[in-house]
C-alpha cells in the first residue's frame, strides 16, 4: 500500500474526515484540522500559512531526516510525525501539550 493509502486510512480509523487527493490532504474532527503530508511523495516543507496544525507521515528511514529539517526550519505551527512500517505505525514525534502559567 502506498504511503498516502496508509495515511489515508490512519487518519480514517482514528474518526477524522479526510478531504483532498494527492500526498497532501486535510483530516477534519470536530473543530480540529490537520494538514498531513506524505514524505515519501513530497520533500518540501509546508509554509505556515497552510494551518496551525501538521502531521507528517514517513517511513522509518525517513523519519530522523525529517524531524532534524523540520526542528532546524523552525516552523510557526505545531506538527508530529507518525512512522510507518508496514501495517504499522508509531507517533514518533507529537506537539507539545497545552502551555500552564500560574
Known amino acids: 500500500m502506498r504511503l498516502v493509502e496508509q495515511a489515508r486510512s490512519i487518519f480514517a480509523d482514528l474518526g477524522y474526515t479526510v478531504e483532498g487527493d494527492g500526498p497532501e490532504f486535510r483530516a477534519e474532527r470536530a473543530w480540529k484540522v490537520v494538514h498531513v503530508n506524505t ?3 513530497n520533500r518540501t516543507l ?3 500559512s497552510s494551518g ?3 502531521c507528517f507521515v514517513a517511513q522509518p528511514d525517513d523519519a530522523d531526516d525529517l524531524e532534524t ?3 532546524s526550519a523552525d516552523p510557526n505551527y505545531e506538527w508530529a510525525i507518525i512512522v ?4 504499522e505505525y508509531q507517533v514518533e514525534r507529537a506537539p ?4 500552564v502559567s500560574a
Do not use: A, T, Y
Not at 510507518?84 to 501495517?87: F, K
Not at 507539545?96 to 502551555?99: K, S
Open 52 to 54: 496551525q496544525f501538521h
Open 69 to 71: 529539517r523540520l526542528k
Open 46 to 48: 509546508p509554509s505556515s
Open 96 to 99: 507539545p501539550g497545552p502551555r
Open 84 to 87: 510507518v512500517d508496514g501495517e
Open 39 to 41: 514524505v515519501l511523495e
